[in-house]
């Protein structure tokens, strides 16, 4: 069976940068629950010999009325129920927002395995942000840049004992 890995986070933080950098092959794009799913992209995951289900939740980035909390929340939770495991994202240069911790808050409820990513930390950048995000309880963080590709390396050894 194919393991699914859902990519959550706040709008901005590079959530469909590390989709692109991790898919192989898009499978489906997911359009049938309005609000939930809608934009929802599926693709075929591969991290070195890791072969699994990757899910990026996205398109939130152009909700900008009232609802977003909530919206952002439902689809989170659904990208969280049908996952084996979550990578929890922020944007390690903005350090951590009201939003990243409402949604930590979220995910932590989860029993299924959670790995907290701080992305944009290429070179050096984001080392404070990368000390922040301790503050989230979801473990130690993993520093990558998604745009680089640093850090996958990383990503691996934390991603291969939960196969
Ligand atoms: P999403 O809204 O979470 O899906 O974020 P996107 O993947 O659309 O990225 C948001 C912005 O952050 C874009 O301008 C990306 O180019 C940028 N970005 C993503 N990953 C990185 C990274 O590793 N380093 C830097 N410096 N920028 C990044
Ligand atoms: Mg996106």
Redesign the pocket.
């Known amino acids: 069976m194919t393991l699914k890995v859902a990519i959550v986070?706040r709008?901005?933080?590079?959530?469909?940068?590390?989709f692109n950098r991790l898919v192989g092959r898009r499978v489906a794009l997911v359009d049938d629950t309005p609000g939930v799913t809608r934009d929802r992209r599926e693709g075929d995951g591969h991290l070195g010999d890791l072969d699994f289900t990757i899910i990026d939740t996205?398109g939130l980035?152009d909700v900008t009325d009232n609802s977003l909390e909530a919206r952002m929340r439902r689809q989170t939770e659904a990208a969280i129920r049908d996952a084996d495991i979550t990578l929890f994202?922020i944007d390690a240069?903005v350090g951590l927002t009201e939003t990243d911790r409402f949604f930590a808050a979220l995910v932590r409820r989860s029993d299924k395995p959670i790995l907290l990513l701080a992305?944009?930390a290429?070179g050096k950048a984001g080392a404070d942000g990368l000390m922040e995000s301790y503050e989230l309880g979801l473990g130690e963080p993993i520093a990558?840049?998604?745009?680089?590709g640093e850090g996958m390396a990383d990503l691996y050894q934390f991603l291969r004992p939960l196969w």
């Open positions: 986070g709008p901005n933080v590079g959530k469909s940068t590390l996205a980035e994202v240069r992305n944009k290429e990558i840049s998604a745009e680089h």
